[in-house]
């Protein structure tokens, strides 16, 4: 099990509205699936977690190791926990802003351009 110890800072625009608290997760790295494909297949997940050592409580971050973009979706979807964007120390892990899910058409110049469809009121 690796872990890395969690600063109660954040270093995102907004700092104040941008603090982890357990069970959040943060990203230290990304990878694509080929060199031709530009979106990012998989992702270094880490998870904010209290662990007990030699009779104390420390809150550090567990590494979760490499999941795929679909975990992410999952995380975002199905829990109420955040993903924060971060990076990796020796011994620490900085976190940055909030990670968001969005959707789009997978071909830039599509016929049916998300932006121009119509809601629900038509």
């Known amino acids: 099990m690796s872990y890395k110890y969690y600063e109660e800072k954040s ?3 907004n700092a104040t509205s941008n603090i982890p ?3 959040d997760f943060c990203v230290t790295g990304a990878e694509h699936e080929s060199s031709t494909d530009h979106c990012f297949s998989s992702f270094h997940l880490w998870k904010l977690e209290e ?3 030699e009779g104390k409580i420390y809150t550090l971050w567990k590494d979760k190791g490499w999941v795929s973009s679909t975990e992410i979706l999952n995380i975002r979807s199905r829990t109420l926990h ?3 964007s971060a990076k990796e120390n020796e011994d620490t ?3 940055g802003e909030k ?3 969005e959707f789009r058409v997978s071909h ?3 016929y049916f351009d ?3 469809m119509p809601g629900k009121s038509v």
Do not use: Q, R
């Open 11 to 13: 270093h995102a625009k």
């Open 21 to 23: 608290v357990l069970g």
């Open 51 to 53: 662990v007990p050592y």
């Open 82 to 84: 955040e993903i924060y």
């Open 93 to 95: 892990i900085n976190t």
């Open 99 to 101: 990670i968001e899910v």
């Open 108 to 110: 830039n110049s599509s």
């Open 114 to 116: 998300l932006s121009k």
